[in-house]
C-alpha cells in the first residue's frame, strides 16, 4: 500500500531532550515535507525537500532540523525541544515534475514537550 | 499560490449532496485548484484537482467557473464520514521550486444524520 509512515504517533519528551521524529514514504516521491498543526494557525511548512541532500526552509524552521540522505526518509530533528514546539506534526510526499495526485499525508505525530 | 476563501462551516443532511464554494479570484492561468479534507486531526487527505474542466473520480466532483475565480468541490452523496475540514488550494502543479501547499482555515463540513 501506497503511503507515508511517521513514527511515533504520540511523544511525550521533556525540555532540552533530542528527539527525532522519522518519516518514511514507499512512493518513489522526490519531494518530502514536514508540516506542524496548531490551533488557530493551521498547518504550517516547517522544512522540505526536493531529493536527496536537497533540503530548504519552510515558513517555521527555528528550533528544527532535517535530513534527506535516502530518497525514501526525511527526518525531523528537534535538538532541543521547548514546550512551543508542542504541536500536531505532518509528513508529506509528493512526486515533482508532472501534475500530480496531490500530497500524501502522513498519520501525525503528536508532541507534547513539558 | 493565490488566496482562496471559503465559509468557515456548513451543514448537510447525511444522503444529500455537499455543495463546497471556494472563491480564488487572483489565480494564475498555470495554477490548479486542489481539494485536501482532513478527519479530525488525522493528516490531510487529496480529493481531487483540476485545471478549467470540471472533474469527477470516486469521491467528489470539481466544478470550475468559466473565469476560474472560484469553484465548487461536490461530495453527490454524502454521509456521515464526510464529516472534516475542507481546504481548497491553488497552486501551480509539478513546479520545481519551493512546493508549498499553503493551508487556510478551511471550511468545517458536518454531515447531519
Known amino acids: 500500500e501506497a503511503q507515508v509512515t511517521q513514527n511515533p504517533r504520540y511523544l511525550i519528551t521533556v525540555t532540552g531532550k533530542k528527539l527525532t521524529v522519522t518519516c518514511s514514504q514507499n512512493?518513489?516521491?522526490?519531494?518530502m515535507s514536514w508540516y506542524r498543526q496548531d490551533p488557530g494557525l493551521g498547518l504550517r511548512q516547517i522544512y522540505y525537500s526536493m531529493n536527496v541532500e536537497v533540503t530548504d526552509k519552510g515558513d517555521v524552521p527555528e528550533g528544527y532540523k532535517v535530513s534527506r540522505k535516502e530518497k525514501r526518509n526525511f527526518p525531523l530533528i528537534l535538538e532541543s525541544p521547548s514546550p512551543n514546539q508542542t504541536s500536531l506534526y505532518f509528513c508529506a510526499s509528493s512526486p515533482i515534475g508532472r501534475v500530480s495526485y496531490g500530497y500524501t499525508f502522513g498519520s501525525g505525530t503528536r508532541l507534547t514537550v513539558v | 499560490d493565490a488566496k482562496t476563501t471559503q465559509p468557515p462551516s456548513m451543514d448537510c443532511a447525511e444522503g444529500r449532496a455537499a455543495n463546497l464554494p471556494c472563491n480564488h479570484s487572483?489565480?494564475?492561468?498555470?495554477?490548479?485548484v486542489y481539494w485536501y479534507r482532513q478527519i479530525h486531526s488525522q493528516g490531510p487527505q487529496y480529493i481531487i484537482h483540476g485545471l478549467k474542466n470540471n472533474e469527477t473520480n470516486e469521491m467528489a466532483s470539481l466544478i470550475i467557473t468559466e473565469d476560474r475565480k472560484s469553484s465548487t468541490l461536490i461530495l453527490p452523496h454524502a454521509t456521515l464520514r464526510d464529516t472534516a475540514v475542507y481546504y481548497c488550494?491553488?497552486?501551480?502543479?509539478?513546479?520545481?521550486?519551493?512546493?508549498?501547499?499553503?493551508f487556510g482555515e478551511g471550511t468545517q463540513l458536518t454531515v447531519n444524520p
Open positions: 488550494i491553488v497552486r501551480v502543479a509539478g513546479e520545481t521550486s519551493g512546493s508549498r501547499l499553503t
Open positions: 487572483t489565480i494564475s492561468g498555470n495554477e490548479y
Open positions: 512512493m518513489n516521491h522526490e519531494y
